[in-house]
């Protein structure tokens, strides 16, 4: 049974920084891609950032040079640093693994979520 766990949200100031981590299990970690989307009340799930089996990164124009995706796949962790935070960064942020070994912004393309967790960034 695949299961992920994110951990690492929380409440922090405008221009503040984060770092998420999303320990994963029952899976061959490294094989596949892993991604982060969020969802803020009343919005849809959206794309942050992706990273493939082989470290190719890709990030929403939103969060480009601020976020960090990253991974550990000795201890099948994968990691989003989060620097210069915004209050329009406020959501519920969900890692997620892919279908394959490489990644897409699409919802439907990951195959297993987290639980996700919260991340208010005050004004």
């Known amino acids: 049974q695949v299961q992920l766990v994110e951990s690492g949200g929380g409440l922090v100031q405008n221009g503040g920084s984060l770092r998420l981590s999303c320990a994963a299990s029952?899976?061959?970690?490294?094989?596949?891609?892993m991604g982060w989307f969020r969802q803020a009340p009343g919005k849809e799930r959206e794309f942050v950032a992706r990273?493939?089996?082989?470290?190719?990164?890709y990030y929403a124009d939103s969060v480009k040079g601020r976020f960090t995706i990253s991974r550990d796949n000795a201890n099948n962790t994968a990691y989003l640093q989060m620097n210069s935070l915004k209050p329009e960064d406020t959501a519920v942020y969900y890692c997620?693994?892919?279908?394959w070994g490489w990644g897409t912004r699409r919802t439907g393309d990951y195959a297993y979520w987290g639980q996700g967790t919260q991340v208010t960034v005050s004004s």
């Open positions: 990273i493939s089996s082989g470290d190719t990164t």
């Open positions: 997620a693994t892919s279908r």
């Open positions: 029952g899976r061959t970690f490294s094989s596949y891609a």
